[in-house]
């Protein structure tokens, strides 16, 4: 009942309410990315989302679109600035995905949307985190986020699609808070952000 009906309801409610307080806060955000990145102020990226179908994913940027001499984007750690590590670490990139939430197109809490070329690469157990919609914060994310590995994450993806209730994500959202404060597990060791997923050795589900 409660992940069927009534979680599009809290979200809808939580998302709206943010939105609606934290809008002097996403105007100053966008008018600095603006004057240090340039435009766009917003970076999109088509993410899965609920059953793997694909959504525009909404992000403040925090990298700049530097390039080689052959056109080909430099990598993350030469892209990311000072800012944009500020908007990272401290999740401030993450509040337009507000919108998606109100959208009906993520959740508050849920696994987190990752890239389409990585659909191919899941096993049919880590296929089912596509389960629920993905959500801005969840699980994973509480218990070490960018600091565990890919097949840790997303056990932990797993088990929350296995579990998802009210109380729970009540949990996931307040610890949320406490994580982001400390601002820990960012990003996995020796990277500016993430490693990419190549899949697991028991191989995808091609």
């Known amino acids: 009942m ?9 979200d809808l409610c939580i998302a709206g309410v943010a939105l609606i307080a934290l809008a002097p806060l996403l105007l100053v955000i966008a008018a600095a990315v603006r004057l240090s990145l340039g435009a766009p102020v917003l970076f999109r ?33 030469q892209r990311l600035t000072r800012f944009g590590r500020f908007l990272r670490s401290s999740s401030l990139d ?16 849920g696994p987190r949307p990752l890239l389409m070329e990585y659909l191919d690469r899941y096993t049919p157990e880590q296929m089912r985190r596509h389960a629920v919609r993905p959500g801005i914060t969840g699980w994973a994310q509480i218990n070490g986020r960018n600091a565990i590995s890919w097949e840790q994450k997303f056990a932990l993806d797993v088990w929350y699609v296995d579990h998802c209730s009210f109380w729970l994500d009540l949990r996931i959202l307040m610890l949320t808070v406490w994580r982001v404060a400390r601002r820990e597990g960012i ?18 589900s091609r």
């Open 187 to 204: 990003n996995q060791r020796g990277c500016a952000t993430v490693t990419i997923f190549q899949g697991t050795s028991e191989g995808g």
């Open 45 to 77: 990226q088509p993410r899965p989302g609920l059953d793997g179908k694909p959504f525009t994913l909404l992000k403040f940027r925090s990298m700049t679109d530097a390039r080689n001499a052959d056109g080909n984007l430099l990598p993350d750690d």
């Open 2 to 10: 409660y992940r069927r009906y009534l979680k599009r309801v809290f």
């Open 94 to 109: 993450e509040l337009p995905e507000l919108i998606n939430v109100v959208r009906g197109e993520m959740s508050l809490v």
